[in-house]
């Protein structure tokens, strides 16, 4: 007997320090020293997944839609007016009199790498706003915002419309030209901005025209969206502030009050569908991350993404929705579904998932103990037939 021991007690020290010399990586924990926590252990409430929930939660979505809104100059874009400024390129055109025109058939810099003539221009309300020469023909806003015009001299137009610097000019004329006949006309927008940044195809400054600006409209001005791209969560910085604005529910609801109009100064910002996800993970049969559809994902996409649960391992009663552990990983909260209740499926499929969320599917009871007995079995069998060979 005491032989038998002997023979067990040297097989038992041989597998546990097979880990030292097997081959292959492993971590010599020998060097590390965990200190114990003195913490109590925390105990988190569980909310289950009803349908009180979810009509609870389908309320709170309605409410979260009113996010706040930038403060606007204008209330509708029938009511935008352009106002000159420095860096503008304008055309004055003096009826019946050639030398005080801008020459109709004259080339300018659009402030890129290319040139065209006045009427190409005309026809081009947006003009990208990018360095390059002055135009040698029209008039260009001073930095004080001033022009100097043949007759009248050096006029303030920056903070006037096209119109009322024309009926400025005009006035100015009138003790030289009988009844002159002005018109003006901005040739390049150059004097005001915006930046779009972020997943668009294109990406760059953005001039302001006469026509008035929107957020769909500069996301289509600079190519469009990627396919990564997230503009359910577009950001708008304003004046030194944030806005988070959803360019979806204005091309999929119509929902107007999401394109704003855009103004001097605002950066626009697409962000990806990094911050967008949702994982997966448990007794699935992919334990993966998967991004949201169009802002929104629900139990059963997160799930069905995953291939669904395991037949053999997985305890439906546990499915598990862990939140806020971005923001306050030290409080979550946790909801539970049941999906051997009769109206779980349904449930499923009603309870929406928020960026950041983990889906857990628990563990059943018997497959715990079935791992167990896989990892104990080998020493098991091993000591048997130690036995039975030191017989």
């Avoid at 939660?57 to 706040?68: G, I, K, L, S, Y």
């Avoid at 002055?134 to 009248?152: E, L, N, W």
């Avoid at 049941?338 to 059943?364: C, E, H, N, R, W």
Wanted: charged residues 20%.
């Amino acid at each position: 007997m005491s032989k038998l021991n002997l023979m067990s007690a040297l097989a038992l020290s041989v597998f546990v320090s097979a880990c030292a010399t097997a081959p292959g990586n492993y971590l010599d924990s020998s060097s590390l020293k965990e200190q114990p926590s003195n913490q109590p252990q925390k105990q988190y409430d569980v909310h289950l997944i009803d349908s009180q929930l979810v009509m609870r939660q389908a309320q709170e979505a309605v409410a979260a839609q009113q996010r706040e809104l930038p403060p606007a100059k204008y209330t509708s874009p029938t009511d935008y007016v352009y106002h000159l400024a420095p860096q503008d390129i304008l055309g004055v055109t003096v009826y019946d009199h050639p030398e005080l025109s801008t020459p109709q058939g004259s080339t300018f810099s659009t402030g890129g790498n290319t040139t065209q003539t006045v009427g190409q221009a005309l026809t081009q309300p947006y003009t990208n706003a990018l360095s390059g020469q002055s135009d040698p023909y029209g008039q260009t806003i001073a930095k004080d915002g001033t022009i100097y015009f043949p007759f009248v001299g050096r006029v303030m137009a920056a903070g006037k419309t096209p119109g009322q610097l024309r009926d400025q000019l005009a006035s100015g004329l009138g003790p030289y030209i009988k009844n002159p006949q002005v018109d003006v006309r901005v040739l390049a927008y150059r004097s005001q901005k915006i930046q779009v940044t972020g997943d668009v195809k294109t990406p760059g400054p953005l001039s302001m025209s006469d026509v008035p600006l929107t957020l769909v409209d500069a996301i289509t001005r600079s190519g469009g969206s990627t396919d990564n791209a997230d503009i359910n969560r577009v950001r708008l910085t304003r004046n030194g502030k944030l806005y988070v604005l959803d360019a979806n529910r204005m091309l999929d609801s119509g929902d107007a009050t999401q394109n704003v109009m855009l103004q001097d100064g605002d950066i626009v910002n697409v962000p990806d569908r990094s911050d967008s996800r949702v994982f997966v993970m448990g007794e699935v049969k992919t334990p993966t991350q998967t991004g949201m559809i169009r802002g929104k994902l629900t139990i059963a996409d997160a799930l069905t993404t995953a291939g669904g649960i395991l037949d053999t391992d997985a305890n439906p009663r546990q499915i598990f929705v862990m939140r806020n552990m971005k923001d306050n990983p030290g409080e979550p909260e946790i909801y539970r579904l049941d999906m051997t209740k009769p109206d779980a499926i349904m449930l499923s499929s009603q309870f929406q998932l928020k960026p950041m969320d983990v889906v857990y599917v628990g563990t059943a009871a018997s497959t715990t103990f079935n791992r167990l007995l896989q990892q104990i079995l080998p020493t098991v069998q091993t000591v048997f037939y130690l036995k039975q060979i030191t017989r």
